[in-house]
């Protein structure tokens, strides 16, 4: 038997920050006041800055000398070097799993999975991005790697930030992501390591021109 631990109030903090920034709400170079936080969430100044610095370590925002806590921005240079590094972990830890895995250990992972074809086809395209970090979190259990989920774990808010940027701009691209669940998941259950470098490589470099796509259509209107 396992236990999760509930989350502590400058995760939950964290959490709604971070649900703002990922939607567009609060804006690449915005200052998030802490005393408005505060106020607004009716929490204690500690917890607030202790969410901050989950929201840093998750590259969402900068803490500044004299400026405080501001939304990190989003640009080209920015958004190639995390899908380089993205691309290779994501790798990794696909790799490990289709070697590792044994017995009924790939049963959570399918059946999140299946739960995300059925997201495919409807309204909701963030809740099947969503999901899509649900089953990468699946992966973790089964590759067994705590430094590889560590990393992979540190740049998801980056990296669900930009994906919803794509998709809020582009939702018919989610055809293109099911597809690419659905041959990383072939190739995972029948071990074929080989194919799987091809496959996230190819998704993730075509995901990033998405995103950057995605950047220059908002950075033209907001001109």
Known sequence: MSFVAPESLSEQIAKYLA???????LSPGERIQE????????????????????LEKGYLINILPRRGAVVSDLSERDICNLYDLYISLLTMLTGSVAERWQGQQLQPLLEQWHSMKALAVGPDKEAFVSAGFTLMHEAFAVCDNRYLADMLENLQPAVHRTYVLAVRRKPETIKEATVFFADIVNAVVKRDKDRIPGIVRAYGRYQCRLVLSALAQETAECA
């Open 19 to 25: 649900q703002r920034i990922i939607q567009g709400e």
């Open 35 to 54: 005393a408005r936080v505060v106020n607004e969430l009716n929490v204690s100044r500690g917890s607030v800055r202790e969410a901050l610095l989950i």
